[in-house]
Protein backbone atom coordinates (compact mmCIF):
# COMPACT_ATOMS: atom_id res chain seq x y z
CA UNK A 1 0.00 0.00 0.00
CA UNK A 2 3.21 2.44 0.52
CA UNK A 3 4.50 1.70 -2.13
CA UNK A 4 1.28 2.23 -4.50
CA UNK A 5 0.75 6.09 -2.56
CA UNK A 6 4.66 6.39 -3.10
CA UNK A 7 3.75 5.81 -7.03
CA UNK A 8 0.64 7.93 -7.46
CA UNK A 9 2.75 10.83 -5.60
CA UNK A 10 5.68 10.73 -7.62
CA UNK A 11 3.61 10.45 -11.16
CA UNK A 12 1.40 13.54 -9.64
CA UNK A 13 4.55 15.55 -9.52
CA UNK A 14 5.26 14.67 -12.82
CA UNK A 15 2.30 14.82 -14.45
CA UNK A 16 2.25 18.79 -12.15
CA UNK A 17 5.94 19.75 -13.61
CA UNK A 18 4.87 18.63 -17.13
CA UNK A 19 2.21 20.91 -17.24
CA UNK A 20 3.82 23.64 -15.73
CA UNK A 21 6.70 23.20 -18.52
CA UNK A 22 3.80 23.39 -21.41
CA UNK A 23 2.02 26.57 -19.62
CA UNK A 24 5.74 28.29 -19.51
CA UNK A 25 6.81 27.14 -23.23
CA UNK A 26 3.12 28.02 -24.53
CA UNK A 27 3.64 31.88 -22.89
CA UNK A 28 6.87 32.06 -25.10
CA UNK A 29 6.09 33.15 -29.13
CA UNK A 30 7.83 30.83 -31.47
CA UNK A 31 7.14 29.99 -34.93
CA UNK A 32 7.06 33.36 -37.02
CA UNK A 33 6.48 36.75 -35.04
CA UNK A 34 5.63 40.11 -36.81
CA UNK A 35 7.49 43.40 -35.33
CA UNK A 36 4.12 43.39 -33.27
CA UNK A 37 4.46 40.15 -31.35
CA UNK A 38 8.41 40.83 -31.15
CA UNK A 39 7.84 44.37 -29.43
CA UNK A 40 4.98 42.81 -27.20
CA UNK A 41 7.31 40.22 -25.93
CA UNK A 42 9.57 42.42 -25.36
CA UNK A 43 7.72 45.22 -23.58
CA UNK A 44 6.78 42.02 -20.90
CA UNK A 45 10.06 40.03 -20.69
CA UNK A 46 13.41 42.80 -21.71
CA UNK A 47 15.86 43.19 -18.76
CA UNK A 48 15.89 46.67 -18.53
CA UNK A 49 12.26 46.73 -18.03
CA UNK A 50 11.78 43.99 -16.00
CA UNK A 51 14.85 46.30 -13.54
CA UNK A 52 13.01 49.41 -14.05
CA UNK A 53 9.91 47.42 -12.51
CA UNK A 54 11.45 46.27 -9.39
CA UNK A 55 13.47 49.61 -8.62
CA UNK A 56 9.76 50.84 -9.04
CA UNK A 57 8.75 48.24 -6.19
CA UNK A 58 11.34 48.96 -4.14
CA UNK A 59 10.69 52.60 -4.50
CA UNK A 60 6.99 51.97 -3.95
CA UNK A 61 7.89 49.56 -0.66
CA UNK A 62 10.92 52.90 0.77
CA UNK A 63 7.55 55.14 0.60
CA UNK A 64 5.22 52.64 2.63
CA UNK A 65 8.32 52.66 5.11
CA UNK A 66 8.59 56.48 5.40
CA UNK A 67 4.68 57.25 5.14
CA UNK A 68 4.69 53.92 7.90
CA UNK A 69 5.92 56.76 10.68
CA UNK A 70 2.50 58.43 11.01
CA UNK A 71 1.11 55.15 12.22
CA UNK A 72 1.23 54.56 16.15
CA UNK A 73 4.68 52.74 17.32
CA UNK A 74 4.17 50.05 19.72
CA UNK A 75 6.99 48.18 21.71
CA UNK A 76 7.68 46.22 24.81
CA UNK A 77 10.97 45.75 26.54
CA UNK A 78 12.28 43.85 29.68
CA UNK A 79 14.78 43.97 31.85
CA UNK A 80 16.27 42.21 34.92
CA UNK A 81 19.26 42.85 37.30
CA UNK A 82 20.74 41.08 40.81
CA UNK A 83 21.75 44.17 42.91
CA UNK A 84 24.99 42.79 44.55
CA UNK A 85 25.34 45.86 46.62
CA UNK A 86 22.64 47.65 47.71
CA UNK A 87 22.61 51.47 48.10
CA UNK A 88 23.10 52.33 51.66
CA UNK A 89 22.25 55.90 53.24
CA UNK A 90 22.53 57.81 56.43
CA UNK A 91 19.61 59.55 57.26
CA UNK A 92 19.43 60.77 61.06
CA UNK A 93 21.28 58.54 63.31
CA UNK A 94 20.18 55.47 61.24
CA UNK A 95 22.05 53.47 58.16
CA UNK A 96 18.76 52.82 55.72
CA UNK A 97 19.36 50.42 52.51
CA UNK A 98 17.61 50.93 49.41
CA UNK A 99 16.20 48.64 47.21
CA UNK A 100 16.07 44.93 47.15
CA UNK A 101 18.49 42.12 45.67
CA UNK A 102 16.40 41.38 42.59
CA UNK A 103 14.32 43.39 40.45
CA UNK A 104 12.56 43.44 37.09
CA UNK A 105 10.28 45.36 34.92
CA UNK A 106 8.34 44.56 32.41
CA UNK A 107 7.62 48.25 29.89
CA UNK A 108 4.87 48.73 27.32
CA UNK A 109 5.18 51.74 25.41
CA UNK A 110 2.60 53.57 22.45
CA UNK A 111 3.99 56.42 20.68
CA UNK A 112 2.27 58.73 18.30
CA UNK A 113 3.59 61.06 16.11
CA UNK A 114 1.16 64.42 16.05
CA UNK A 115 3.54 66.73 14.11
CA UNK A 116 6.92 65.93 12.36
CA UNK A 117 8.53 68.05 9.50
CA UNK A 118 9.99 64.59 7.84
CA UNK A 119 6.65 63.03 7.83
CA UNK A 120 5.00 65.95 6.29
CA UNK A 121 7.82 65.92 3.60
CA UNK A 122 7.55 62.08 2.95
CA UNK A 123 3.20 62.83 2.86
CA UNK A 124 4.08 65.64 0.09
CA UNK A 125 6.70 63.62 -1.64
CA UNK A 126 5.12 60.62 -1.89
CA UNK A 127 3.17 61.19 -5.22
CA UNK A 128 5.99 62.70 -7.24
CA UNK A 129 8.17 59.88 -6.11
CA UNK A 130 5.81 57.27 -7.63
CA UNK A 131 5.54 59.29 -10.79
CA UNK A 132 8.93 59.42 -11.05
CA UNK A 133 9.36 55.78 -11.00
CA UNK A 134 6.54 55.39 -13.47
CA UNK A 135 7.98 57.61 -15.70
CA UNK A 136 11.65 55.83 -15.52
CA UNK A 137 10.04 52.56 -16.47
CA UNK A 138 7.93 54.68 -19.35
CA UNK A 139 11.26 55.73 -20.28
CA UNK A 140 12.85 52.43 -20.45
CA UNK A 141 10.19 51.01 -22.59
CA UNK A 142 10.42 53.65 -25.63
CA UNK A 143 14.42 52.81 -25.20
CA UNK A 144 13.15 48.73 -25.71
CA UNK A 145 11.06 49.62 -28.09
CA UNK A 146 13.64 51.49 -30.30
CA UNK A 147 16.45 49.04 -29.82
CA UNK A 148 14.15 45.87 -30.40
CA UNK A 149 12.67 47.62 -33.30
CA UNK A 150 16.29 48.65 -35.16
CA UNK A 151 17.59 45.01 -34.26
CA UNK A 152 14.51 43.45 -36.07
CA UNK A 153 15.27 45.65 -38.95
CA UNK A 154 19.00 44.82 -39.22
CA UNK A 155 17.58 41.13 -39.47
CA UNK A 156 15.40 42.32 -42.27
CA UNK A 157 18.09 43.79 -43.66
CA UNK A 158 20.28 40.93 -43.84
CA UNK A 159 17.46 38.35 -45.11
CA UNK A 160 16.34 40.80 -48.22
CA UNK A 161 20.01 41.64 -48.81
CA UNK A 162 20.21 37.79 -49.50
CA UNK A 163 17.42 37.32 -51.60
CA UNK A 164 18.76 39.81 -53.86
CA UNK A 165 22.23 37.84 -54.02
CA UNK A 166 21.01 34.64 -54.24
CA UNK A 167 18.97 35.97 -57.36
CA UNK A 168 22.50 37.69 -59.09
CA UNK A 169 24.05 34.60 -58.02
CA UNK A 170 21.40 32.71 -59.97
CA UNK A 171 22.08 34.91 -62.71
CA UNK A 172 26.19 34.35 -62.97
CA UNK A 173 26.09 31.14 -62.30
CA UNK A 174 24.13 30.86 -65.72
CA UNK A 175 26.31 33.92 -67.13
CA UNK A 176 29.52 31.49 -66.30
CA UNK A 177 28.34 28.11 -67.67
CA UNK A 178 27.02 30.50 -71.14
CA UNK A 179 30.67 32.01 -71.00
CA UNK A 180 32.30 28.71 -70.83
CA UNK A 181 30.09 27.05 -73.36
CA UNK A 182 30.83 29.75 -75.62
CA UNK A 183 34.59 29.47 -75.04
CA UNK A 184 34.71 25.74 -75.18
CA UNK A 185 32.92 26.16 -78.63
CA UNK A 186 35.65 28.81 -79.72
CA UNK A 187 33.27 31.67 -79.91
CA UNK A 188 35.22 33.68 -77.58
CA UNK A 189 38.64 33.88 -75.77
CA UNK A 190 38.52 32.87 -72.21
CA UNK A 191 38.49 36.27 -70.76
CA UNK A 192 34.27 36.30 -70.57
CA UNK A 193 34.45 33.51 -68.28
CA UNK A 194 36.78 34.31 -66.36
CA UNK A 195 35.50 37.81 -65.40
CA UNK A 196 32.07 35.46 -65.09
CA UNK A 197 33.96 33.64 -62.50
CA UNK A 198 35.79 36.34 -60.51
CA UNK A 199 31.61 38.07 -60.47
CA UNK A 200 30.44 34.71 -59.39
CA UNK A 201 33.72 34.45 -56.51
CA UNK A 202 32.73 37.90 -55.48
CA UNK A 203 29.36 37.49 -55.01
CA UNK A 204 29.19 33.95 -53.26
CA UNK A 205 31.74 36.27 -50.76
CA UNK A 206 28.99 38.35 -50.38
CA UNK A 207 26.34 36.17 -49.58
CA UNK A 208 28.54 33.93 -47.39
CA UNK A 209 29.35 37.02 -45.03
CA UNK A 210 25.98 37.76 -44.91
CA UNK A 211 24.10 34.13 -44.11
CA UNK A 212 26.92 34.26 -41.04
CA UNK A 213 25.99 37.07 -39.53
CA UNK A 214 22.16 36.13 -39.15
CA UNK A 215 22.98 34.01 -35.58
CA UNK A 216 24.82 36.96 -34.32
CA UNK A 217 21.63 39.34 -35.17
CA UNK A 218 19.21 36.83 -33.82
CA UNK A 219 21.05 36.05 -30.76
CA UNK A 220 21.15 40.05 -29.94
CA UNK A 221 17.36 40.69 -30.78
CA UNK A 222 16.76 37.66 -28.05
CA UNK A 223 19.57 39.47 -25.55
CA UNK A 224 16.71 43.05 -25.98
CA UNK A 225 13.78 41.19 -25.88
CA UNK A 226 14.72 39.22 -22.93
CA UNK A 227 13.76 35.76 -25.28
CA UNK A 228 14.89 32.28 -24.04
CA UNK A 229 18.21 30.82 -26.14
CA UNK A 230 16.37 27.32 -25.73
CA UNK A 231 13.63 28.14 -28.24
CA UNK A 232 13.77 29.89 -31.41
CA UNK A 233 11.75 32.28 -33.93
CA UNK A 234 11.84 33.53 -37.49
CA UNK A 235 10.57 37.15 -38.45
CA UNK A 236 8.20 38.46 -41.35
CA UNK A 237 7.43 41.98 -42.06
CA UNK A 238 4.69 44.11 -44.41
CA UNK A 239 6.83 45.80 -46.40
CA UNK A 240 4.06 47.30 -48.89
CA UNK A 241 2.44 48.22 -45.46
CA UNK A 242 5.95 50.39 -44.52
CA UNK A 243 6.49 51.73 -47.62
CA UNK A 244 2.96 53.15 -47.34
CA UNK A 245 3.38 54.55 -44.43
CA UNK A 246 6.65 56.60 -45.44
CA UNK A 247 4.30 58.27 -47.58
CA UNK A 248 2.55 59.65 -45.31
CA UNK A 249 3.44 63.42 -43.54
CA UNK A 250 5.95 62.82 -40.56
CA UNK A 251 6.48 66.75 -39.97
CA UNK A 252 4.01 66.68 -36.73
CA UNK A 253 4.38 69.66 -34.72
CA UNK A 254 7.04 69.33 -31.46
CA UNK A 255 6.04 69.24 -27.97
CA UNK A 256 8.31 69.09 -25.42
CA UNK A 257 5.35 67.50 -22.25
CA UNK A 258 5.52 64.53 -25.20
CA UNK A 259 9.02 63.44 -24.11
CA UNK A 260 9.23 61.20 -20.76
CA UNK A 261 12.76 62.65 -20.50
CA UNK A 262 11.15 66.24 -19.80
CA UNK A 263 8.63 65.20 -18.23
CA UNK A 264 11.23 63.35 -15.58
CA UNK A 265 12.87 66.62 -15.05
CA UNK A 266 9.52 68.42 -14.27
CA UNK A 267 9.00 65.78 -11.68
CA UNK A 268 12.39 66.44 -10.36
CA UNK A 269 11.94 70.66 -10.44
CA UNK A 270 9.15 69.48 -8.33
CA UNK A 271 10.70 67.47 -5.89
CA UNK A 272 13.48 70.33 -5.64
CA UNK A 273 10.90 72.71 -4.54
CA UNK A 274 9.51 70.42 -1.87
CA UNK A 275 12.83 70.03 -0.70
CA UNK A 276 13.28 73.86 -0.21
CA UNK A 277 9.88 73.79 1.74
CA UNK A 278 11.29 70.90 3.77
CA UNK A 279 14.57 73.16 4.78
CA UNK A 280 12.26 75.86 5.91
CA UNK A 281 10.55 73.58 7.70
CA UNK A 282 13.56 72.84 10.13
CA UNK A 283 12.10 76.12 12.24
CA UNK A 284 9.72 73.52 12.80
CA UNK A 285 8.68 72.34 16.22
CA UNK A 286 8.03 68.34 16.48
CA UNK A 287 5.47 66.75 18.69
CA UNK A 288 4.77 63.51 19.68
CA UNK A 289 2.26 61.74 22.19
CA UNK A 290 3.42 58.63 23.96
CA UNK A 291 1.72 55.76 26.53
CA UNK A 292 3.82 53.82 29.07
CA UNK A 293 2.72 51.30 31.53
CA UNK A 294 5.37 49.69 33.40
CA UNK A 295 5.15 46.51 35.65
CA UNK A 296 7.94 47.07 38.35
CA UNK A 297 9.32 43.76 40.32
CA UNK A 298 11.18 43.91 43.37
CA UNK A 299 12.17 40.94 46.07
CA UNK A 300 14.67 39.91 48.26
CA UNK A 301 14.49 36.33 46.36
CA UNK A 302 14.68 35.25 42.57
CA UNK A 303 11.90 32.69 43.25
CA UNK A 304 9.64 35.26 44.53
CA UNK A 305 10.30 38.24 42.17
CA UNK A 306 7.60 38.26 39.53
CA UNK A 307 5.04 37.15 42.67
CA UNK A 308 3.80 40.88 42.73
CA UNK A 309 4.04 43.23 40.60
CA UNK A 310 3.75 47.46 41.22
CA UNK A 311 2.73 49.15 38.27
CA UNK A 312 3.43 52.83 37.20
CA UNK A 313 1.43 54.26 34.20
CA UNK A 314 1.56 57.62 32.06
CA UNK A 315 0.72 59.36 29.20
CA UNK A 316 2.01 62.51 27.99
CA UNK A 317 3.51 64.95 25.09
CA UNK A 318 6.69 65.32 23.71
CA UNK A 319 7.45 68.74 22.21
CA UNK A 320 10.96 69.72 20.77
CA UNK A 321 11.47 73.49 19.17
CA UNK A 322 14.82 74.07 17.21
CA UNK A 323 16.26 77.24 18.83
CA UNK A 324 19.56 77.58 17.11
CA UNK A 325 21.88 75.42 15.34
CA UNK A 326 24.56 77.35 13.91
CA UNK A 327 23.36 78.72 11.19
CA UNK A 328 23.25 74.77 9.84
CA UNK A 329 19.33 75.70 8.64
CA UNK A 330 20.17 78.90 6.50
CA UNK A 331 22.33 77.13 4.73
CA UNK A 332 20.49 74.27 3.82
CA UNK A 333 17.09 76.60 2.83
CA UNK A 334 20.02 78.51 0.20
CA UNK A 335 21.33 74.86 -0.92
CA UNK A 336 17.62 74.17 -1.51
CA UNK A 337 17.42 77.20 -3.15
CA UNK A 338 20.31 76.73 -5.37
CA UNK A 339 19.15 73.17 -6.39
CA UNK A 340 16.06 74.50 -7.81
CA UNK A 341 17.63 77.10 -9.88
CA UNK A 342 20.14 74.50 -11.15
CA UNK A 343 16.89 72.66 -11.94
CA UNK A 344 16.12 75.24 -13.92
CA UNK A 345 18.53 75.32 -16.13
CA UNK A 346 18.57 71.79 -16.62
CA UNK A 347 15.45 71.70 -18.00
CA UNK A 348 15.88 74.80 -20.06
CA UNK A 349 19.24 72.95 -21.50
CA UNK A 350 17.21 69.77 -22.17
CA UNK A 351 14.47 71.66 -24.22
CA UNK A 352 17.36 72.95 -26.37
CA UNK A 353 18.55 69.79 -26.56
CA UNK A 354 15.07 67.84 -27.51
CA UNK A 355 14.52 70.80 -30.18
CA UNK A 356 17.95 69.92 -31.62
CA UNK A 357 17.52 66.39 -31.80
CA UNK A 358 14.09 67.26 -33.20
CA UNK A 359 15.42 69.26 -36.13
CA UNK A 360 18.65 66.26 -36.90
CA UNK A 361 16.19 63.95 -36.66
CA UNK A 362 13.55 65.23 -39.39
CA UNK A 363 16.58 66.63 -41.37
CA UNK A 364 18.14 62.88 -41.36
CA UNK A 365 14.25 61.23 -42.23
CA UNK A 366 13.40 63.47 -45.06
CA UNK A 367 16.84 62.80 -45.96
CA UNK A 368 16.63 59.65 -46.36
CA UNK A 369 13.34 59.59 -47.45
CA UNK A 370 14.55 61.50 -50.86
CA UNK A 371 17.74 59.53 -50.81
CA UNK A 372 15.52 56.44 -50.96
CA UNK A 373 13.34 57.49 -53.51
CA UNK A 374 15.77 58.63 -55.74
CA UNK A 375 17.50 55.07 -55.23
CA UNK A 376 14.55 52.86 -55.97
CA UNK A 377 14.39 55.04 -59.41
CA UNK A 378 17.89 54.22 -60.07
CA UNK A 379 17.22 50.85 -59.38
CA UNK A 380 14.33 50.58 -61.62
CA UNK A 381 16.43 52.13 -64.25
CA UNK A 382 19.44 49.74 -63.39
CA UNK A 383 17.26 47.04 -64.19
CA UNK A 384 15.74 48.33 -67.48
CA UNK A 385 19.53 48.47 -68.63
CA UNK A 386 21.10 45.58 -67.60
CA UNK A 387 17.41 43.31 -69.13
CA UNK A 388 18.84 45.47 -72.76
CA UNK A 389 22.37 44.82 -72.89
CA UNK A 390 21.74 41.08 -71.66
CA UNK A 391 19.80 40.81 -74.54
CA UNK A 392 22.01 42.74 -76.81
CA UNK A 393 24.93 40.24 -75.73
CA UNK A 394 22.65 37.20 -76.22
CA UNK A 395 22.63 38.46 -79.97
CA UNK A 396 26.42 39.08 -79.75
CA UNK A 397 25.47 42.94 -80.02
CA UNK A 398 27.43 43.86 -76.85
CA UNK A 399 30.69 42.48 -75.23
CA UNK A 400 30.86 40.83 -72.17
CA UNK A 401 32.30 43.05 -70.33
CA UNK A 402 29.21 45.39 -71.06
CA UNK A 403 27.05 42.88 -69.16
CA UNK A 404 29.40 42.60 -66.32
CA UNK A 405 29.28 46.03 -65.65
CA UNK A 406 25.32 46.07 -66.10
CA UNK A 407 25.22 43.11 -63.61
CA UNK A 408 27.55 44.60 -61.05
CA UNK A 409 25.71 47.99 -61.15
CA UNK A 410 22.18 46.43 -60.67
CA UNK A 411 23.44 44.66 -57.82
CA UNK A 412 24.81 47.57 -56.28
CA UNK A 413 21.46 49.71 -57.15
CA UNK A 414 19.03 46.30 -55.20
CA UNK A 415 21.71 46.55 -52.04
CA UNK A 416 21.71 50.57 -51.87
CA UNK A 417 17.87 50.57 -52.17
CA UNK A 418 17.11 47.74 -49.34
CA UNK A 419 19.78 49.79 -47.87
CA UNK A 420 17.95 53.06 -48.16
CA UNK A 421 14.64 51.43 -47.48
CA UNK A 422 15.85 50.37 -43.80
CA UNK A 423 17.63 53.76 -42.93
CA UNK A 424 14.45 55.40 -43.98
CA UNK A 425 12.72 53.10 -41.38
CA UNK A 426 15.13 53.48 -38.63
CA UNK A 427 15.33 57.30 -38.85
CA UNK A 428 11.47 57.40 -38.95
CA UNK A 429 11.94 55.53 -35.13
CA UNK A 430 15.14 58.39 -34.54
CA UNK A 431 12.02 60.93 -34.99
CA UNK A 432 9.01 59.20 -33.66
CA UNK A 433 11.39 59.10 -30.09
CA UNK A 434 12.07 62.85 -30.76
CA UNK A 435 8.36 63.59 -30.74
CA UNK A 436 7.92 61.89 -28.04
CA UNK A 437 4.88 59.71 -30.14
CA UNK A 438 6.44 56.09 -29.14
CA UNK A 439 3.56 54.30 -26.84
Known amino acids: MFKKRLLLVGLSIILLSKVAYSQEESAVPQGVLTLDQVVEFALL??????????????????????????????????AGAYNIKLQQQIIGDQLITFGQPYN????????????????????????????QLQQVIENAKINTIVDVSKAFYSILL????????????????????????RFDAGLVDKTDYQR??????????????????????????????????????????????????????????????NRVEYKLLQTQQTLN????????WNYLPQLSAYYRYNWNYFNANFSDLYKTAYPISAVGLNLSIPIFQGGKRIHQV?????????????????????????????????????????????????????????????????????????????????????????????DKLDLEKALGTIN
Do not use: C
Not at 112 to 130: E, G, I, P, V
Not at 273 to 280: C, V
Open 45 to 78: QSPIIRQAQIDEEIGDRDIKSNLADWYPRITASA
Open 273 to 280: EIQTGYAK
Open 158 to 181: SEEQLKILDQNLGRLEKQYKDAYS
Open 334 to 426: KAAELQVDRGNIEIENLSNQIRTEYSTALAAYNSSVYEWQLIRENMEMAEEVYNIIKLQYDEGIKAYVELVVAETDLQTAQINHINAFYQVLE
Open 196 to 257: ASIALTNVKSDRNRVANSFEAKYDYLKQLMGYPDKFDFTIEFDTQGAEGKIAENAADPLMLE
Open 104 to 131: SNVLFQADQTLFNRDQLFASKTSKFYRQ
